[in-house]
Nanobody, 124 residues
Framework: EAQLVESGGGSVRAGESLRLSCAAPRFTFDGYATHWFRQAPGKEREGVSCISADGTTYYADSVKGRFTISSDNAKTNVYLQMNSLKPEDSAVYYC??????????????????WGQGTQVTVSS
């Protein structure tokens, strides 16, 4: 069964950068849309970004111009480059994959890390 692994989180100051990775040890993202979500304490899980099978990218308004989603040529890793981080970006970040970027419900996506996530903490 395909399972994804997130990494790259950490604690940074506002304005700094982090790069998150979503790895697929026994799976490739080829043909799939891969999403990044985040969930802050007391808040619902929200979509942050998605890269479709054809490479089209989508971003939440709150991260446009600051975050960049990409994949490697082998389609075994999807990255989220996060620049100009803000305290409100603090959350646990999760990746998941499915057939389309139009599916925005994390729990409806067939491939994910199932609760692992990577913590991002941004201090002011």
């Amino acid at each position: 069964e395909a399972q994804l692994v997130e990494s790259g989180g950490g604690s940074v100051r506002a304005g700094e950068s982090l790069r998150l990775s979503c790895a697929a040890p026994r799976f490739t993202f080829d043909g799939y849309a891969t999403h990044w979500f985040r969930q802050a304490p007391g808040k619902e899980r929200e979509g942050v970004s998605c890269i479709s099978a054809d490479g089209t990218t989508y971003y939440a308004d709150s991260v446009k111009g600051r975050f960049t989603i990409s994949s490697d040529n082998a389609k075994t890793n999807v990255y989220l480059q996060m620049n100009s981080l803000k305290p409100e970006d603090s959350a646990v970040y999760y990746c998941a994959a499915g057939s389309s970027c139009s599916e925005t419900n994390y729990y409806a996506l067939p491939i994910g890390s199932w609760g692992q996530g990577t913590q991002v903490t941004v201090s002011s």
